[in-house]
Structure formats: structure tokens, C-alpha cells
Antibody
Framework: EVQMVESGGGLVKPGGSLRLSCVAS????????LSWVRQGPGKGLEWVGR??????????DYAAPVKGRFTISRDDSKNTLYLQMNSLKTEDTAVYYC???????????WGQGILVTVSS | DIQMTQSPSSLSASVGDRVTITCQAS??????LNWYQQKPGKAPKLLIY???NLETGVPSRFSGRGSGTDFTFTISSLQPEDIATYYC?????????FGQGTKLEIK
């Protein structure tokens, strides 16, 4: 069974930083493409970014609103995905989900989500 | 970015009704489309992948069809536990984009 468990969320002031972690199990982590998706309060779903498997270059892609502020990384030895968030804005307030899929960019599995609140 | 126009934004139906949601992409996405169900306070759950394939363990009353730019999602006989918000999502072209969601309620 695929499991993805996020941690590291909380309250942070505008301009601050936070790092989310996601520990995964139930699939071959080293082969997986991993993404972060967020959902603002009462809003729809927004893709944040992704990281490919190391065998496919380990490259990252980001949504325009977070590019240059957020960084996605992975530690395959720990089956862990990270999201480093810097220069946070109030509009980054959301539940953040780590996700993966059985093929490429497709999103099949979701973590339970973690709340990040950016407020003074 | 590819725009995913999902309709209706909300829908009220009776138990046993056939329910259909549509999703239109702003350009051809082949069949690279997922449908998700999200209940309040929970993560989205995959129901349909690659436009028409039923995810393992998902009841057969759920189905999807379409290709190119026009897609439909159908619940053949609405059950009380189907009350949720449903989203389509394309994953053909970066960035992956979602429809705005359809909130389904029981009449």
C-alpha cells in the first residue's frame, strides 16, 4: 500500500521560511517522479512543482507563482521528499500535499496533507 | 498554461440519478486526464486515469470518457457516499492543471 506522510507545516510570518518533508513507502521511491500540490482555504487544487527520478536526471520544474522561492529535493536513501519554501507570502497559505504516480507526471497517490499558514 | 474548464461548478441530484460532469481543455491533451474525488478535510482520491480507466478498487458506477479536448465523467447511479467535490486534471503539458471543481450535493 502506498503511503505518503507530510510533516513540517505550521505558522510562519510573511517573508519567512519553512521546510516540508514527506516520507513515502509502498512503492519504488528511487524510480518515482514526485510532486507537491497545494490547496488554499476553500479553493481548488494547484500544482506546485515536481522532481524527476535521478535516473531520469533528477530535474525539477515549478509553477510560476513559486519559481525562485521554492525548492524541491529528494533523499532516495531516506525515501523522503522535501519542499523548501522561502520568502513566503500570505497567498502561500494552503494545505500542501506530496504526490506521486505510476507513470511520469500522472498523479495517482496523495499524502494526507499538511497545513502551512503564512500570517503576521 | 492549459486551461481546464469544468462544469457545472455545483450540482444537486437525487440518490439513484445519473450524474455527468464535463471538462474541456484549452488545447489537445490526448487522453492524459485524471478524475479525482475529494471529501471535506481529506486528500483527493484518484477515480479515473488516462481519461477512461477505472482505478483499482473504485466502484464501477464511476466512468470517464473522451480524448483531445472534451471529456466527461459519469456516476451511473448516485449513492449518498458520493457526496464530494470532483476535479479533472490534465498531465499532458507542464504545468499540470486542474479544473475548478464540481461540488456534488444530494437533493
Amino acid at each position: 500500500e502506498v503511503q505518503m506522510v507530510e510533516s513540517g507545516g505550521g505558522l510562519v510570518k510573511p517573508g519567512g521560511s519553512l521546510r516540508l518533508s514527506c516520507v513515502a513507502s509502498g512503492f519504488t521511491f528511487t524510480n518515482a517522479w514526485l510532486s507537491w500540490v497545494r490547496q488554499g482555504p476553500g479553493k481548488g487544487l494547484e500544482w506546485v512543482g515536481r522532481i524527476k527520478s535521478k535516473s531520469e536526471g533528477g530535474t525539477t520544474d515549478y509553477a510560476a507563482p513559486v519559481k525562485g522561492r521554492f525548492t524541491i529535493s529528494r533523499d532516495d536513501s531516506k525515501n523522503t521528499l522535501y519542499l523548501q519554501m522561502n520568502s513566503l507570502k500570505t497567498e502561500d497559505t494552503a494545505v500542501y500535499y506530496c504526490t506521486t504516480g505510476r507513470r511520469g507526471s500522472r498523479i495517482d497517490y496523495w499524502g494526507q496533507g499538511i497545513l502551512v499558514t503564512v500570517s503576521s | 498554461d492549459i486551461q481546464m474548464t469544468q462544469s457545472p461548478s455545483s450540482l444537486s441530484a437525487s440518490v439513484g440519478d445519473r450524474v455527468t460532469i464535463t471538462c474541456q481543455a484549452s488545447q489537445d491533451i490526448n487522453n492524459f486526464l485524471n478524475w479525482y474525488q475529494q471529501k471535506p478535510g481529506k486528500a483527493p482520491k484518484l477515480l479515473i486515469y488516462d481519461a477512461s480507466n477505472l482505478e483499482t478498487g473504485v466502484p464501477s458506477r464511476f466512468s470517464g470518457r473522451g480524448s483531445g479536448t472534451d471529456f466527461t465523467f459519469t456516476i451511473s447511479s448516485l449513492q449518498p457516499e458520493d457526496i464530494a467535490t470532483y476535479y479533472c486534471q490534465q498531465y499532458d503539458i507542464l504545468p499540470p492543471t486542474f479544473g475548478q471543481g464540481t461540488k456534488l450535493e444530494i437533493k
